[in-house]
């Protein structure tokens, strides 16, 4: 199973919001946000920092016994020209091919213009509001979502705020229902993105995405999972 787009809350950030004050809008007024700008600066294309990460890949179907695993090594450069910002190092502890390379910066140095999409005020909603912690919800629009991310339709962003810091600290993507993805047919579908916050150079920074998949194939459910762990951070 392939790795979906590289932190999916890119595409999230490309969007413009018309925001009016409801429920959502006000907690989040609460703390330094709105809904214009509570995903800034989480967005790799915005961001003054470089990194290193390694992606762990493991697959399993209950009609094999033996388990899938893939492991590679990338590196981010915010310095770099557009489309060459990312470098892919390693390939299961060796040196990639022409066709790894390939694949890698179509997937994460495509110069393609991401189409804008407008969340409406009615997109965000208060999913749950503890002493702790608030947890702001938000919907994708099915009608005005890119092709390549038509699966973002049938689920449901989450953002978590800290109380105590006032700081974002993990959006999850969750699905919905079940839907299909090129040749595979998902079942069930979660993204975690962990973040902190450099206190000194005011930016956000990820820690880690965790995917988790339950996937339909030849009648049987392969579960798929998917760690990235990010590291060696620098900040410009």
């Not at 925001?19 to 790799?44: C, P, R």
């Not at 002493?131 to 919907?139: L, W, Y």
């Amino acid at each position: 199973m392939k790795k979906l787009p590289l932190l999916i809350i890119t595409l999230l950030l490309a969007y413009t919001v018309n925001a009016q004050n409801n429920e959502a809008s006000l907690l989040l007024e609460k703390y330094g946000f709105s809904t214009e700008n509570v995903l800034n600066g989480l967005d790799l294309s915005n961001s003054s920092y470089s990194f290193s990460s390694t992606i762990t890949t493991i697959s399993h179907s209950a009609t094999d016994t033996s388990d899938f695993k893939d492991v590679r090594t990338y590196s981010f450069d915010a310095k770099k020209e557009k489309g060459e910002k990312f470098t892919l190092l390693t390939v299961n502890s060796d040196t990639p091919n022409k066709s790894d390379i390939k694949h890698f910066n179509k997937q994460h140095n495509g110069s393609s213009k991401q189409k804008k999409v407008v969340l409406k005020q009615e997109d965000f909603f208060v999913k749950s509001n503890d002493d702790a912690t608030a947890v702001i919800g938000f919907n994708m629009p099915k009608d005005e979502l890119p092709s390549k991310f038509a699966y973002m339709a049938h689920s449901t962003g989450f953002i978590y705020i800290d109380k105590k810091s006032g700081r974002i600290t993990k959006i999850e993507i969750k699905s919905n229902e079940a839907f299909s993805m090129k040749i595979f047919h998902v079942t069930e579908m979660l993204i975690q993105i962990k973040f902190a916050y450099n206190e000194e150079h005011k930016q956000y920074y990820i820690i880690s995405e965790n995917t988790k998949m339950k996937i339909l194939m030849l009648g049987a459910i392969a579960e798929s999972k998917i760690e990235e762990v990010f590291s060696e951070f620098k900040f410009y």
